[in-house]
């Protein structure tokens, strides 16, 4: 029971990520990447023509921000949330912040929370079939299992894969978190990745990639 408390406290915590205001300086390379991320926001066509009777239309990064990649949209609603034209230069912005250290503080859980924000563009078009994403599996298995006791066989092995892939994600949270995932990993007997064949925008960042160059796994929805 205690957990499948944990994996819901750790899918709240995700659902409340942000990158956060004012991060502090870092070095230049992380204030050129910070830059990159706000002038993405501009739509381009308003900068050079102006606005056009009066309406200032939101680019398609400045939507990507406004969502929450991580929430539960289902599985087309996630597919709509990947196919935005800005997600691949934000992914990449992204996982450049966290190779490059860019997110720092005091207060630990911040940073990991930043942090963790940043690497969700890394998970959250993770799919473990065609058109059919981690994200949404893991809310949908979670809810389901209820209050089960029972997390190796009513979400781990439901999710196969996408556990894998959401540990290594959440690698970039608190130690806490990362303790409890292996404790899963290894009490479950938890297996590969989904394959990067099924991730278009996954990335080596801090040596940890989200997905596996190898098989692809078809998980059997019930």
């Known amino acids: 029971m205690r957990c499948v408390f944990f994996f819901l406290r750790l899918l709240m915590l995700v659902h409340g990520q942000y990158i956060g205001n004012g991060?502090?300086?870092?070095?230049?390379?992380?204030?050129?990447?910070k830059e990159a991320l706000d002038i993405m926001a501009i739509n381009g066509d308003q900068l050079v023509n102006g606005i056009v009777g009066g309406q200032v239309v939101e680019s398609d990064c400045t939507k990507l921000r406004k969502i929450n990649v991580m929430d539960y949209?289902?599985?087309?609603?996630?597919?709509?949330?990947?196919?935005?034209s800005c997600y691949?230069?934000?992914?990449?912005?992204f996982a450049q912040m966290i190779n490059n250290d860019c997110f720092q503080g005091n207060d630990d859980y911040e940073v990991a929370n930043q942090r963790l924000y940043a690497a969700s563009f890394q998970f959250a078009c993770q799919r473990y079939a065609s058109s059919k994403y981690c994200v949404t599996l893991i809310a949908q298995k979670v809810s389901d299992a209820g209050t089960s006791s029972d997390i190796c066989g009513k979400i781990i092995d439901e999710i196969d894969c996408c556990f894998e892939s959401y540990r290594r994600y959440m690698s970039f949270g608190t130690q806490a978190s990362i303790a409890q995932?292996?404790?899963?990993q290894k009490?479950?007997?938890?297996?590969?990745?989904?394959?990067?064949?099924y991730n278009a925008f996954a990335t080596n960042i801090s040596n940890v990639y989200i997905c596996s160059s190898g098989i692809i796994?078809?998980?059997?929805?019930c």
């Open 217 to 221: 796994y078809n998980i059997s929805i």
């Open 88 to 93: 691949n230069a934000t992914a990449s912005t």
């Open 23 to 33: 991060l502090r300086y870092v070095s230049d390379t992380c204030e050129a990447l």
């Open 187 to 197: 009490k479950c007997g938890v297996g590969s990745p989904c394959s990067c064949g």
């Open 181 to 184: 995932l292996n404790y899963i």
């Open 73 to 84: 949209h289902g599985d087309d609603g996630q597919d709509a949330i990947c196919v935005n």
